[in-house]
């Protein structure tokens, strides 16, 4: 089955870090993009970060620019996200998803999601 | 940055047809990519390039794209569409994926 499972979220304050991974199965994950996609309580979606199959092109909303970093490791079909200087304003559940072979490939499949909270 | 419109709501009628849109600048020449997503569940993609759609999602999902408007087209409505739909580009000028703002399908 082709699955991703997301971990790693939770209760952080202010300024603090958090790391995010995201496990895939049942495909052949060093063949895809993948991306990190947001969503606040009661919001809509925004997508995070997307990185390349081989990790050679990482992109990133502004708004995480500098402070999040986007990887993965092949050899353990996993994505991560690095969260650092967290603000209220990232306190999201954030999905990965999975895409093809280009950047602009559809999300066919996501994550259940994993919770972060930004609170003192 | 681009930007991408949906209206906030869309209801209709058991058995009808539904037209949700998402507008932007000259998104006619853009890949438009369509998510369905329930209540406390992650998004499911029902619409990829503009009108494609993935294994398993039911014939009456299609898609148009032209202009400024693409439009995700839901026929013969049924309780089960009920949910937040959210178009999706990959604005390559700037390297960045864009959603629009989502558009909640009532079903009365």
Known sequence: EVQLVESGGGLVQPGGSLRLSCAASGFTFSSYWM???R???GKGLEWVANIKQDGSEKYYVDSVKGRFTISRDNAK???YLQMNSLRAEDTAVYYCARGYSYPHDAFDIWGQ???VTVSS | SYVLTQPPSVSVAPGKTAR???GGNNIGSKSVHWYQQKPGQA???VIYYDSDRPSGIPERFSGSNSGNTATLTISRVE???EADYYCQVWDSSSDYWVFGGGT???VL
């Open chain 1, 77 to 79: 079909n996993s994505l």
């Open chain 2, 104 to 106: 909640k399908l009532t």
């Open chain 2, 20 to 22: 949700i849109t998402c």
């Open chain 2, 79 to 81: 309780a089960g569409d």
């Open chain 1, 113 to 115: 999601g994993t919770m």
């Open chain 1, 39 to 41: 969503q606040a309580p």
């Open chain 2, 43 to 45: 998004p499911v993609l």
């Open chain 1, 35 to 37: 991306s990190w996609v």
